[in-house]
């Protein structure tokens, strides 16, 4: 199993509409957690930190279940521009605090 | 603010050819570095990271290594490239470990 998960889609999703994503880790030493956007042919971006207690940013907002160990993106109201791949990163307590990532889910919004 | 310079943006190079991709950071002071490769619609593959000056741990064993000889400065070399070699090559450094990371713009490299 690998440690870091995503459903590698594509999410084909019409514009408007809200889209979620979860991203499972198998380490439960795993410390902080972040979710990174890649658009094609560039770098990955830092979107937004995930916290304990949960964060929002606009239309964004992402989750931490430590018990199941997955982390969650929500999308609301998905613009053409959201079109990207979307990375989840978690890093490890130990191990150096590593940094395990995840292959991405491919999101294409559709107007 | 940190910023993180990566050069070159393409680089198109034969079979057999040395490599030297060179990352430096702005900003900021005792970095981790890392450098990270990207194989088309694939993940991130991480190659080496450095927590200080001379010290480079490997993740996979091939034909590439890494350099840091000053501590904002973060080199990935080859002396005779592959056909496998070519990729998107991104360079990522982090504040202190456990922190997020952020990411060169990024080489992409076509090995002929």
């Known amino acids: 199993r690998k440690e870091v998960e995503q459903d590698p889609g594509p999410f084909n999703v019409p514009e408007g509409a809200t889209v979620a994503f979860n991203c499972t880790y198998s380490?439960?030493?795993?410390?902080?957690f972040f979710w990174y956007r890649q658009d094609c042919r560039k770098e990955p971006k830092l979107l937004m930190s995930v916290y304990s207690s949960g964060n929002e940013d606009g239309r964004f907002t992402a989750q931490l279940n430590r018990a199941s160990q997955y982390i969650s993106l929500l999308i609301r109201d998905s613009k053409l521009s959201d079109s990207a791949t979307y990375l989840c990163v978690v890093i490890l307590r130990d191990s150096n605090y590593q940094l395990i990532w995840g292959a991405g889910t491919k999101l294409i919004i559709k107007p | 603010s940190q910023t993180i310079h990566q050069w070159p943006a393409t680089l198109v190079q034969p079979v057999g050819s040395p490599l030297s991709l060179e990352c430096t950071v702005e900003g900021t002071s005792n970095p981790n570095l890392y450098w990270y490769r990207q194989a088309a619609g694939r993940g991130l593959q991480l190659l080496f990271y450095?927590?200080?000056?001379?010290?480079i741990s490997s993740e996979v064993p091939q034909n590439l290594s890494a350099s840091r000889p000053q501590d904002r400065q973060f080199i990935l070399s080859s002396k005779k490239l592959l056909l496998s070699d070519s990729g998107f090559y991104l360079c990522?450094?982090?504040?202190?470990?456990?922190?997020?990371?952020?990411f060169g713009q990024g080489t992409r490299l076509t090995v002929v």
């Open positions: 990522a450094w982090t504040m202190y470990s456990g922190s997020e990371a952020f």
């Open positions: 380490n439960s030493a795993s410390q902080s």
């Open positions: 450095s927590v200080g000056i001379g010290q």
